[in-house]
Nanobody, 115 residues
Framework: QVQLVESGGGLVQPGGSLRLSCAAS????????MGWYRQAPGEQRELVAS???????NYVNSAKGRFTISRDNAENTVYLQMNSLKLEDTAVYYC?????????WGQGTRVTVSS
């Protein structure tokens, strides 16, 4: 089965940093655009960042200058480096292909930014 497993979330103070990891079950994902998505309570799930198979990134405006998406195709892993975290970054973060496939959603990893 195809599987995506997110990790690296936690509780951080405003201005802090986290590095999220997305481990894919197969290197077939290396051929696809990958994305990090997040869903805050009561909000729609939104695409935060994406990266092409060749490593070209794209970001939602609120993440520009603070977040960096990267991928290690040899390790079949996608990362999201999150710096200068804000309260509004609090959400459950998921990875998936872009556009997403419903059956690929994992359990996500929770990021809580709080004083």
């Amino acid at each position: 089965q195809v599987q995506l497993v997110e990790s690296g979330g936690g509780l951080v103070q405003p201005g802090g940093s986290l590095r999220l990891s997305c481990a894919a079950s197969s290197r077939i994902f290396s051929f696809y655009i990958m994305g990090w998505y997040r869903q805050a309570p009561g909000e729609q799930r939104e695409l935060v960042a994406s990266i092409t198979s060749g490593g070209t990134p794209n970001y939602v405006n609120s993440a520009k200058g603070r977040f960096t998406i990267s991928r290690d195709n040899a390790e079949n892993t996608v990362y999201l480096q999150m710096n200068s975290l804000k309260l509004e970054d609090t959400a459950v973060y998921y990875c998936n292909v872009n556009p997403p496939v419903n059956g690929y959603w994992g359990q996500g990893t929770r990021v809580t930014v709080s004083s």
